[in-house]
């Protein structure tokens, strides 16, 4: 007899829709085929940085020019790994840098050589250019790839202080030099000491000289101009109208100016708003001002190169209501230091130069790239005068209207009057005068 127990148990049952097979959508497949696709030909066609395989590795710090194609007389000649303030890029940065040198009597064309932190992959290829005997190239190690001609060169790696490697490569990808870095504090240089014939850990950094005393005393003083012979002439920090840039915009600007009978390579001087930070902006290279010139410098922060026949522009503004301009050389050197208060639009603080250039002045009519004196005011008004083809000037302007007209008449009211000098009539109807810009 089945007890109670068994009587009431029974095999478990499986309730319909609890597990069920789910049906893959419609074309998945296709669509993972499709998906896979693509990723391949991303792969194979992507653009990349310019980097390329290295072939070999010598093991060795110079081998022999029969090795490859790499000439030995193109060596590393100084490493900074750790640039705290020592040396600033293009843009007033403080990349890790290296220095190349032609040690040669013959000019060596180092277009397809290689640099690189990597023995397997050249991350840096130097263009086609020739390098003249005992010319250096700096090559600054900030994680991009820099390598026109004309251009600061960056290379697509950084340098450890903890001590790293170097290898330098020849056209056929074969690394002809190996350096070992040694661990180094901020602003130390690892250098070839053409004297001892071998590399040494010194504080003393040359970047584009010869690593000897008339090298260190010929960097020291590559910037350095008597006092007041290239100073900040005018700033104008709330522009409207006085200075268009390449886009049709009109930035602020600050102007300088070579009281020297020498022109002025600016590659080596720097622009700043902070005297904590002199290195904020660095001139690039190309920027000269002539002899008793003067030289424009669009304070707009878009941070690029002269464009045809135009200005720079500095990756900072100014403020209207009061700031300071610092002009710096890159080794941190102050030249001159300009304070001014609150400008109004389309003012200017300048030097006078009509009285005493020691003094400066509130201009009502800037004079970008000319000195300021009254005739650059009138050649100025001039200018502005060419662009206005409706031929309606403001002629006069009474402020401060208090004498009588008529009997027993006060007239209290200023005016402005308006001049035709088109030599048509022209309907005023559209136009509008403002005292508010």
């Known amino acids: 007899m089945q007890n109670k127990r068994e009587r009431h148990t029974s095999k478990p049952t499986r309730k319909p829709g609890m597990i069920r097979r789910v049906k893959p959508p419609k074309y998945t497949l296709l669509y993972l085929l499709i998906l896979a696709g693509l990723l391949v030909a991303l792969i194979l066609f992507a653009p990349s940085a310019s980097v390329q395989p290295a072939k070999n590795v010598s093991g060795t710090d110079v081998v022999s020019e029969n090795s490859g194609t790499g000439n030995p007389l193109f060596r590393i000649n100084e490493v900074m790994s750790s640039n705290r303030r020592a040396y600033p890029d293009e843009t007033g940065a403080f990349p890790d840098w290296i220095e190349l040198t032609n040690a040669s009597s013959e000019p060596i064309n180092i ?18 250019m020739t390098v003249a005997p005992g010319e250096h190239i700096l090559v600054f190690a900030s994680d991009e790839t820099k390598n026109a001609v004309g251009e600061t060169f960056h290379a697509n790696f950084k340098i450890s202080s903890a001590g790293d490697k170097l290898f330098l490569f020849g056209t056929d990808g074969i690394a002809y030099q190996k350096l ?18 071998e590399y040494e850990i010194v504080t003393q950094y040359t970047p584009g000289y010869d690593n000897t005393q008339e090298g260190l005393a010929a960097f020291r003083t590559e910037s350095l101009v008597p006092d007041g012979v290239l100073v ?8 409207i109208t006085t200075l268009a840039d390449e886009d049709g915009e009109y930035p602020d600007w600050i ?5 020297s009978s020498q022109p002025i390579d600016l590659s080596n001087y720097a622009l700043s708003d902070n005297p904590d930070s002199l290195i ?33 522009h500095t990756r900072f503004r100014l403020r209207s209501n009061g700031d ?9 050197h ?4 300009v304070t001014y208060d609150n400008l109004q639009t389309d003012t200017s603080w300048g030097r006078d130069e009509d009285n005493d250039p020691s003094n400066f002045r509130v201009f009502t009519l800037p004079t970008p790239g000319l000195p300021n004196v009254r005739a650059s005011e009138a050649v100025i008004d001039s200018q502005f005068c060419q662009k206005n083809a409706s031929g309606l000037f403001i002629s006069e302007v009474m402020t401060g209207n208090t004498r009588t007209h008529g009997p027993g008449v006060n007239y209290f009211y200023d005016y402005i009057e308006i001049l035709n000098i088109s030599g048509q009539a022209v309907n005023l109807k559209g136009y509008g005068l403002s005292d508010n810009i």
């Open 111 to 128: 277009g397809g050589y290689g640099l690189s932190d990597r023995e397997d992959k050249i991350l840096f290829v130097f263009p086609d």
């Open 180 to 197: 070992d870095i040694p661990a180094m504090d901020s602003d130390m240089v690892y250098i070839y000491n053409g004297m001892k014939k």
């Open 232 to 239: 900040i002439n005018e700033v104008c920090a709330s522009s």
């Open 255 to 259: 102007e300088l100016h070579n009281r």
């Open 280 to 312: 904020k902006w660095r001139f690039p290279p190309g920027c000269v001002i002539p002899a008793n010139g003067y030289f424009v410098v669009y304070a707009s922060g878009k941070d690029r190169p002269a464009a045809q026949g135009l200005w720079p």
């Open 324 to 332: 300071t301009v610092i002009l710096s050389d890159v080794q941190g």
């Open 334 to 337: 102050r030249i001159d230091i």
